[in-house]
């Protein structure tokens, strides 16, 4: 038997979801499919458990794409505030964490019941643990084989999102789709990921495993302030995550420890209370005892600050912020909160993500090349592009 829908949604993640209500609202009959149990489980894990739903200041500049203008339109459209409308319709208590991040007081849960709710309301139909084996277009309608049966729609839309996490049913299934219809790929990569040492990095680093600490990391132009974690295989924290979505292979980061922190000054205020203090003791009254000394030891000036120069402390103070490294490698898709690149922006329609070339093809949410920082701008996106995408579909 085969089933007829308006829209067909591919993918029950943050975008789909979001696209099944919009297209809903206009009266159009939705069927949302996923190969998943549960709908949504990016949205569950995220943030925590507690789903760092969106930012504040989200806009063009906070993501990356091979076109920086083409999420102009559907994040002006769609922006945080309508979300938090949203959110504060469902009476889902939240908060800013910090920088503009907002976060559910309880969990990550209230968002996909709320999400399930706004479907149930327009009649939405979610069919969970369906796969999709063949897509097929055909006198202008779209014919997909599911594990389910067959679906015909007037409009498809992919949402089946990124590659990382292939544990969570990432499947990448998006862009073979793409290639079938003849849409340009950006190549991909992993992004929001921990980076990795050399073995003799890791080696000298190792004793700083677990330290955590505030800085300021830059790739070129591009710096992020926020906290830096030393790990057993490299680095990670916000900063890092941040960096490696425009770190390359071969590049090397800086870092700047403390950033906010004069240490040269701190140190000769310290050596000028008490000169008889070593610079270890100096540094670990303001760095983590295990970073000062690291900092002394790659220094090797271990005697006290009476007996160190100007020059010698302001060696001291490049050791904690002027580090320069260049990571071996990530952690990949395995760890990767999204995946960079995607289905080249050029081939779809910024103001409803059609694709140009294939009436009644829409790609949305991960999938497409816009990926956002850290900190609530990817289900920023997820949102803004799924909305965008139902208004027309
Ligand atoms: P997804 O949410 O990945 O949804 C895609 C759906 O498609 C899934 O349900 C999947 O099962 C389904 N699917 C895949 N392949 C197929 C197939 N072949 N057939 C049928 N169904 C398929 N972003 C934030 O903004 N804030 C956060 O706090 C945050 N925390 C995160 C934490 C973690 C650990 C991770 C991994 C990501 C986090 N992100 C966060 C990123 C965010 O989750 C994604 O950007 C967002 O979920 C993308 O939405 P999407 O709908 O495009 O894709």
Redesign the pocket.
Known sequence: MTEKCDVLI???????MMCAIRAGQRGRSVII????RA?????R???GGR???TNIHAGPKNYLSANPHFAKSALARYTPRDFIALVEKHRIAWHEKTLGQLFCDDSAKDIIRMLLGEMQAVNAKLRLE???STVAHDGGRFRVTTSGGVIEAQSLVV????K??PK????G?AYQIAEQFGLKLIETRPGLVPLTLDPAALERLSPLAGVAVPAEISHGKTAFNEALLFTHRGLSGPSILQISSYWREGDVIRLKLEPGRDIVALLKEAKQKNGRQSAQTALAEILPKRLAQHVVEQSGLTGNLADMSDKALAKLAGEVQDWQIKPAGSEGYRTA??TLGGVDTTGLDSRNMAAKSVAGLYF????VDVT?WL????????WAS?QAAGEFA
């Open positions: 591919l993918g029950a993640g943050a975008a789909g499919l996923d190969h998943a709908p949504g489980e990016k949205i894990i995220s943030g789903c760092n739903f369906t796969a999709v949402a089946t999102g990124g990382s996490i969570m049913g990432a499947t299934f909160e999204v949305i949410g991960e999938c956002g900190g609530g701008y990817n289900f920023q996106w997820a799924g």
